[in-house]
């Protein structure tokens, strides 16, 4: 019998991470070492964006540089995993078995929001990717309900990875070394983490009204929307464990959550070991 799949929620900040790994990329080398392994990665990135939930089934997903104006050791970077389109299939198949929407294209490569953080977890680029595009006005409720949907594909062998970012305001950014961490980036964060430890589903979907620095935290939704779907595709007994690495720039929280269910090998924090 295949060992339920965790969920995986991480902040994938800005693309230079790779270069200069800290506590982020060290935390994802041990989430990709101790986690037990997939058979293949669905993943929902705040950088891929439909009308509709779209499931790529690339067989050869390409690496997709979608930033400017950083140094071209990044651009040179490559993360050649296979695809999985009998993964996107299954995709298909339990979206619109929920009555959900769903499209296809046969090309969509892997963007950044999904090869950086897969990079440190999983280098040698050997687990099948694929993923899923989110709709970035359809809101925190309808993000929720693709989750649910998805949640078979844990019993499947599949890790179901949300990426996009606890705290994604530019305003609050200082790019230098040791920025100190904005209290409005900490506030929001914090209540977060709370709310998320209480499984606190009704504060969370109406996050903008009323966590501390809401609106302030994400003036446009896409880069928490990822988060959402993790919520869904976790069981409700499932309380998520905080993983809070760094903040860089001052204004991003580098948080992870990870939903697991009790097994043979859990993810513990070291405090917890």
Not at 60 to 67: A, L, V
Not at 94 to 103: E, K, N, S
């Amino acid at each position: 019998m295949t060992a339920r799949q965790p969920v995986l929620f991480v902040s994938h900040g800005a693309p230079d991470v790779l270069l200069n790994p800290g506590a982020t990329v060290h935390l994802w080398e041990r989430l990709g070492a101790d986690l037990p392994r997939p058979r293949a990665v669905l993943v929902i990135s705040a950088h891929w964006a439909a009308r509709q939930p779209t499931v790529s089934t690339a067989a050869t997903p390409e690496t997709i540089h979608d930033f400017g104006g950083f140094p071209p050791a990044l651009y040179a970077m490559e993360y050649p995993a296979p695809g999985a389109p009998d993964v996107a299939a299954r995709v298909r198949e339990l979206l619109a078995g929920t009555g959900l929407p769903i499209d296809e294209v046969p090309d969509r490569g892997l963007d950044h929001g999904a090869w950086i953080p897969l990079k440190a977890m999983y280098p040698q680029a050997d687990i099948p990717v694929v993923q899923l595009a989110l709709q970035p006005y359809a809101g925190t409720d309808w993000h929720r309900r693709l989750g649910v949907a998805l949640r078979p594909l844990r019993d499947e062998g599949v890790l179901i990875l949300a990426s996009g970012a606890v705290t994604h305001n530019f305003g609050w950014l200082t790019w230098g070394t040791n920025s100190a961490v904005v209290p409005q980036a900490q506030a929001f964060a914090d209540w977060l983490g709370d709310a998320l430890s209480r499984d606190d589903r009704p504060a969370l979907l109406d996050y903008r009204r009323i966590a501390p620095h809401g609106a302030g935290a994400h003036p446009s939704e896409e880069h928490l929307l990822p988060l959402f779907v993790a919520l869904g595709a976790a069981e409700k007994d499932e309380i998520p464990l905080r993983l809070e690495p760094e903040y860089t720039y001052g204004g991003l929280a580098m948080d992870a959550y990870l939903w697991q269910t009790g097994s043979a090998s859990p993810f513990r924090t070291e405090q917890q070991q």
